[in-house]
């Protein structure tokens, strides 16, 4: 199930908004008035950042139950429309309980009529021991025969037997009742919670889903082989987002993290929650492995609706009012793409560590630094920089730079992340 490719274009649009987004926020730092030349400097501003894994998910509800039939029959009355709020307990529909009915009626005249028997041969079993009895007493005084004493002793044999089995009789037919009993409150079929009357889907979640009907009065319903889905009744108050993360990034994730995430209709409005779950197993989707990280969320405003696109951003890292400049300014990004930059020792094997050349004097000078959080767009600096310095990005002139100059140089406050 590839929640990648969920509502197809939908997905698109969400990518698609991303990247301009964060060509934006990149912009605010490299793109220069169009009077200016290349992009020259930076000043080293304060920031909020964040590094992110990023991944498109589905809203689904938290808790919902398919309500089934359990008994096959048609269905009477369905109590409810699409769209209605039911409590836990009301009834919802209800299906022809004739046949039940007759069901138990036959079975309690059954009882009835094992309980009249076991009384007639409760009273047969007492004659037959006093009889018994009475004969052993005179068979010992010489005043019954030997064939009297042993045709009581079967006689009170025979009432014993009939006894015990007329009791085994009575306790199958007891737990037939019991069970005819049950299939006649199923024909009266009630919210097994409160939530809000929905359609049921074909699956959960992901984009090999499909809308299915409720049921309808005068429909028949057979359960003898798959109990049929009437309608689904979901408590919307409480919302579950259902992602799937990349085995690359699975192991960046940890239970309780800091999650934002935003729908396709509001990608402006971003919902903070906490990572609740990270299902062990994986699944293969077009020879990749994915693994489903799931979390909760409240909609006490009900903007949030079943099967709605999310995307959804896990926070790794993040730091408040810290040193950012841009990534593209690191000697470890300029190498990928221009080589070595002057000045710079070799790539260090900590990741922590980097370089980056600031303007002094007019000239460029190398300066290793120390790196904290970071995304695609800007790096937290831990140590190695001031605010207000300026830090060269590539395709820079030092000769020309302009400390402070255009956009590159302002140093105001803003906020730098991953996501859009």
């Known amino acids: 199930m590839d929640i990648r ?15 301009v987004v964060l060509g934006t926020a990149l912009a605010y730092w490299l793109i220069r008035p169009s009077t ?56 919802v529909a209800a299906i022809d309980p004739t046949r039940y009915a007759a069901q138990v009626a036959q079975d309690r005249a059954v009882i009835a009529d094992l309980e009249a028997q ?16 009475r004969n052993t007493r ?3 005084e010489g005043a019954a025969t030997e064939q009297v004493l042993e045709q009581g002793k079967a006689e009170l044999k025979v009432a014993e037997t009939t006894l015990a089995s007329l009791k085994a009789q009575l306790e199958r037919a007891r737990n037939v009742l019991k ?14 919670l409160s939530g809000l009357v929905i359609s049921p889907t074909s699956a959960v979640y992901g984009n090999a889903w499909a809308k299915l009907d409720i049921v309808h009065e005068g429909q028949t319903l057979n359960a003898n082989q798959n109990a049929p889905v009437l309608l689904r009744i979901a408590d919307l108050q409480s919302m579950r987002v259902r992602t799937q993360v990349s085995e690359a990034d699975v192991t960046r ?28 197993t994986p699944e293969l989707v077009n020879g990749a492995i994915f693994y489903n990280a799931a979390f ?49 020792p070799p790539q260090s094997s900590d990741s922590n560590t980097d370089c980056i050349q600031v303007l002094a004097n007019g000239q460029a000078q190398a300066r290793p630094v120390t790196v904290g959080v970071r995304n695609d767009v800007a790096a937290q600096i831990l140590d190695g920089l001031a605010e207000g310095e300026q830090v060269l990005l590539p395709g820079a002139v030092p000769g020309d730079a302009k400390p402070g100059g255009g956009k590159n140089g302002g140093g105001k406050k803003g906020t730098n992340n991953g996501g859009p």
């Not at 841009?326 to 470890?332: C, E, I, T």
């Open 296 to 344: 909760d969320v409240a909609n006490t405003d009900g903007s949030l609706l079943p099967q709605m696109t999310a995307q959804v951003y896990f926070v790794v890292a993040q730091a408040s009012d810290a040193l950012v400049v841009p990534s593209a300014g690191l000697a470890s990004a300029r190498r990928q793409t221009a080589g070595d930059v002057p000045g710079c």
């Open 138 to 140: 005179l068979a010992s």
């Open 36 to 91: 200016e030349a290349a992009p020259m400097s930076v000043a080293v501003a304060r920031a909020d950042i964040q590094e992110t894994v990023s991944a498109l998910g589905v809203v689904v509800p938290s808790q919902y139950v398919d309500v089934g039939a359990q008994v096959s029959g048609q269905l009477l009355k369905l109590h409810v429309r699409l769209g209605d709020t039911v409590q836990r307990g009301q009834l």
């Open 5 to 19: 490719s969920v509502a197809g274009s939908r997905a698109a649009v969400l990518v698609a908004s991303t990247v």
């Open 253 to 280: 994730l940890k239970l309780g993290m800091p999650v934002q995430f935003t729908t396709l209709g509001r990608p402006e409005r971003r919902i903070s929650a906490r990572l609740g779950a990270i299902e062990p």
């Open 118 to 133: 076991m009384a007639g041969w409760e009273g047969r079993l007492a004659l037959a021991r006093w009889t018994y009895g």
């Open 179 to 192: 069970v005819d009993e049950a299939n006649l409150g199923y024909t009266e079929i009630r919210a097994p």
